[in-house]
């Protein structure tokens, strides 16, 4: 059987995977700085470039390898990198690709440090246009002949706005522009970026591909000269994933299909209760027929994931409302077997300036919610006993 055309969960689990003389089933830990070179000969074909080999682990560890063959197979690419954090995948994909002079455009509702990066790469000389750009007119118009990425999430963070990644990429490319996406919401099991023409997929592997809330760690994905641009970058930046943090994903890959559904169906059923409470104004979710782009959700997504944003009536109960909360959790992050709960305006996206953050949705009305994988029942007895209290 040829595991790279076999079905999702089993590549999830089996990709990547090699055998040592121990046979061990799970990955090893190859908690190494170095790697021994056989003699001086193998020392200098090795670090001349003639021949693979592992040197260090800031460049190449063989169990950060095996996550990264993984998710280049699983959002049907090349190759992928593995860096310890999502900014620093974020960082190493954009340090490869801009240089001073050129021109980015970013979409203006996105992850909060991504908004802080992006809009402190003005010190280096690169002019950045934050826009929205789920309107193509809007990317026809701010492409010019010095853009060289165009860079958004679908969904997006955290008013779960769609982005059409074919129709950017198609505009994009003709224009001479690279498109990097942030996958991180939907994971490769529900959204395949590359499949519609992006160039470059980026995750935060600390939510849902990890999954478990107990590591950092970040996936660039792409083209094999792309990932060895980006791995040089790496190196010399040094963000490299740590072995350890590597197995936790690795461990965590085996069950992400079955997390993605729950979080699916969970995530459905608080939608639909949210929907029909007095005291919510509006439930954003690319699952219900109410999302304004449930279209385009149905033409590059394959399920709505475990994200929700909603709009309370009243900005002022926002606070009281979380702090009634009991099995749902007040933390940042997302993708976590635990439900967890925060306000934009006040909290992830209190670095975005207030009038940007207003124009483009992320008003103070705004709640994020990540479903978790608790008993779905269990998730809306507790938003329906916070919402009766305020
Ligand atoms: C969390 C997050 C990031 C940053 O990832 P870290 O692992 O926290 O560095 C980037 N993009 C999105 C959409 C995220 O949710």
């Known amino acids: 059987m040829d595991l790279k055309k076999a079905g999702f969960s089993t590549r999830a689990i089996h990709i ?8 061990a089933t799970a990955t090893p830990i190859y908690q190494t700085a170095p790697f021994r070179f056989r003699n001086a000969a193998h020392a200098a074909s090795v670090m001349g470039g003639q021949e693979k080999g592992y040197v260090y682990s800031r460049g190449l560890n063989p169990t950060t390898k095996v996550l990264e063959e993984k998710i280049a197979n699983l959002e049907g690419c ?12 974020i960082s190493a994909a954009v340090f490869s ?7 980015v455009i970013v979409d203006e509702v996105i992850y909060g440090s991504t908004y802080d990066l992006f809009a402190g790469l003005t010190r280096f000389g690169v002019d950045v246009s934050f826009i929205d750009t789920s309107d193509t007119g809007n990317v026809e118009t701010a492409l010019r002949p010095g853009t060289k990425l165009v860079f958004f999430e679908t969904p997006a963070n955290p008013t779960n706005k769609l982005i059409d990644i074919k129709a950017v990429s198609d505009i994009a490319h003709d224009r001479g522009a690279v498109v990097f996406v942030d996958n991180t919401y939907m994971t490769p099991y529900f959204q395949q970026p590359l499949l519609y023409g992006a160039d470059v997929v980026v995750h935060s592997a600390t939510k849902y591909l990890n999954g478990h809330g107990d590591t950092l760690g970040g996936i660039v994905a792409g083209s094999s000269e792309f990932i060895s641009l980006a791995r040089r970058t790496s190196r010399d930046i040094g963000g490299a994933m740590s072995p350890f943090n590597a197995w936790l994903i690795i461990r965590g890959l085996k069950t992400l299909s079955i997390r993605m559904d729950r979080h699916n169906e969970n995530a459905m059923a608080v939608a639909k209760f949210l929907q029909g409470h007095d005291r919510v104004d509006r439930v954003i979710y690319p699952g219900l027929k109410e999302h304004p782009q449930y279209d385009l959700a149905q033409k590059q997504m394959c399920g709505s994931g475990g994200m929700i944003a909603f709009l309370l009536k009243e900005a002022k109960d926002v606070h009281p409302f979380l702090d009634a909360l009991k099995i749902c959790t007040l933390a940042v ?12 305006a006040s909290m992830t996206h209190a670095v975005v300036p207030k009038e940007n953050r207003i124009k483009c949705g992320i008003v103070d009305q705004l709640v994020r919610l990540s479903i978790g994988l608790e008993n779905a029942g269990d998730i809306i007895s507790d938003i329906e006993q916070a919402l009766d209290r305020i």
């Open 16 to 23: 990547g995977k090699k055998m040592d003389e121990t046979g």
């Open 78 to 89: 090349e190759a992928a990198l593995s860096q310890a954090s999502g900014m620093a995948a």
């Open 97 to 103: 690709t801009v240089r001073a002079g050129d021109h």
């Open 333 to 344: 992050s997302l993708g976590d077997a635990e439900t967890l709960i925060q306000h934009p």
